[in-house]
């Protein structure tokens, strides 16, 4: 499968953005889809993700700012991020496994595809 990430951009301290990655090639609903990040100089480190239930699971941090959804139809999955601060300021990645057990689905190394990254920058 293959994924394409977009939707970020600059945005003062308190703003919103979504974030989109779409993918194409193969059955997308049956994919786990995630949302990592990079800042500069740090790991990159889990935000959230949805299985192809629909179900969610998110890093402890972005729990009620950060909402990630899915439209199967459209190959797409969403992360709209409210209340953005200055340190979620990164490039915003998203991967796709079909095979992802709960105690991986926080690990980057447990998926295959990866997107290109969007760049979000949150200004103070």
């Known amino acids: 499968v293959q994924l394409q990430a977009s939707g970020g951009g600059l945005v003062q301290a308190g703003g919103s953005l979504r974030l989109s990655c779409t993918a194409s090639?193969?059955?997308?609903?049956?994919?786990?889809v995630a949302w990592f990040r990079q800042a500069p100089g740090k790991e990159r480190e889990f935000v959230a993700t949805i299985r192809q239930s629909g179900a969610t699971y998110y890093a402890d941090s972005k729990k009620g700012r950060f909402t990630i959804s899915r439209d199967n139809a459209k190959s797409t999955v969403y992360l709209q991020m409210n209340s953005l601060k200055p340190e979620d300021t990164a490039v915003y990645y998203c991967?796709?496994?079909?095979?992802?057990?709960?105690?991986?689905?926080?690990?980057?190394?447990?998926?295959?595809?990866w997107g290109q990254g969007t760049l979000v920058t949150v200004s103070s």
């Open positions: 991967a796709a496994d079909q095979s992802i057990i709960s105690t991986t689905m926080t690990w980057s190394r447990a998926y295959d595809y």
């Open positions: 090639g193969r059955t997308f609903r049956n994919y786990v």
